[in-house]
Structures are given as structure tokens and as C-alpha cells.
């Protein structure tokens, strides 16, 4: 998909990781957040935003640097999907919260949020990337649920496609 392109900020891999399958599978363009791709924004109608959590609930670093750049970007009419990496065992009380962080930012500027997923096929206590019950985004968990991420993956780009085509 030409006009698709994958966002992500990683700091030991993980979401890096992901971001590169997703982007194969979408035959989408992709850039690492730490580059400041601002520029690109405008050259893409759907977008798949990365992030992995750190400190207790936080974006990654690169993410917290890049996000208010993004979010005076153009949005309108645009589709966005989120994905987020975290660790559900380590830190059930803030389970891929920093997905969360992103919808916030760009949940009014006009464009879609496409790609949620239901939360009960996950063991977690809190996360703040829920609304209504659903996760904004796809949540993966490379630390203790690595043998699900290919299938859960699967699944979530096959809905992308669909939403983005
Ligand atoms: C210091 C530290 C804090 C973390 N805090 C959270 C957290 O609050 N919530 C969560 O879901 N995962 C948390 N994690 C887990 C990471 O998000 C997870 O390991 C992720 O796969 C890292 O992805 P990355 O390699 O792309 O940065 C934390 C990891 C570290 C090392």
C-alpha cells in the first residue's frame, strides 16, 4: 500500500521488530520516530503508529520527543492504527498504556482510529489504552507472550487491509 506508512519508536527492539513485519506486509514505507519524520506526514493517508512503554506508563523515549511535533501534523480524513508493545506480567497496572497516550493526542484532530482489539484474550489489570472495553490499538507482549504475537499480528493486519483499502 503506497499510501501507508509505519511510524515507531523502539528502545531494545521489540517494537522495531514489529514495525518491519507490519510494514512488509502492507508494503508500506516506514521510519524510525528518533529521525523526525515530520515531513513525511503529509505524503500518507493511513498511518500505523508504534510504541513500546517504559517507566511506568510513559512513551518511549523517542515517542515523547516526537508526539508534539506529530501532533500539529495535518490529521483530518486521514486513518490511523495504533500498535503497542509492553509487558503485562512486570507492569499489570500500566499495560501498554503509552498506546493510550498516543490515541489521546490524536483522537480530535480529525482522522480515524482504525484496528482496536478486544481486551479479553489478555491477563492485565490497568492500562490506559482502553476505551469502552477495547484496546485503542493492538497490544503485543514480546516478554512473556511471544509464542501469540505472529497469530495476533496476523489477525490485525488482515483487519488493516480491510480498513485501509
Ligand atoms: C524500565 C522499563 C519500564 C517498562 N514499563 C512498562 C510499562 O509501564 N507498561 C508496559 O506494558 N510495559 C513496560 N515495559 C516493557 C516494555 O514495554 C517491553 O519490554 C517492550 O517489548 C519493549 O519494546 P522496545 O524494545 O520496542 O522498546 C517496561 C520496560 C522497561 C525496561
Known sequence: ???????????TGNTEAVAKT?????????????ARP????P???????????????????DWDAFLPVLEKAEFTGKKVALFGLGDAEGYPDSFVDAMGIIFNALKNKGCTIVGQ????AYEF???????DGLFVGLPLDEDNESDLTEKRLKA????LKQEFS
Open 1 to 11: 500500500m503506497k499510501n501507508t506508512v509505519v511510524l515507531y519508536g523502539s528502545t
Open 22 to 34: 507490519i510494514a512488509h506486509e502492507l508494503d508500506a514505507a516506514i521510519f524510525d520516530v528518533a
Open 38 to 41: 515530520i515531513s513525511e506526514i
Open 43 to 61: 505524503k500518507y493517508q493511513n498511518l500505523v503508529l508504534g510504541t513500546s512503554t517504559m517507566g511506568l506508563g510513559d512513551l518511549q523515549d
Open 117 to 120: 482489539v478486544a481486551s479479553d
Open 125 to 131: 489489570d490497568d492500562s490506559a489504552a482502553l476505551t
Open 156 to 159: 490485525w493486519i488482515e483487519l
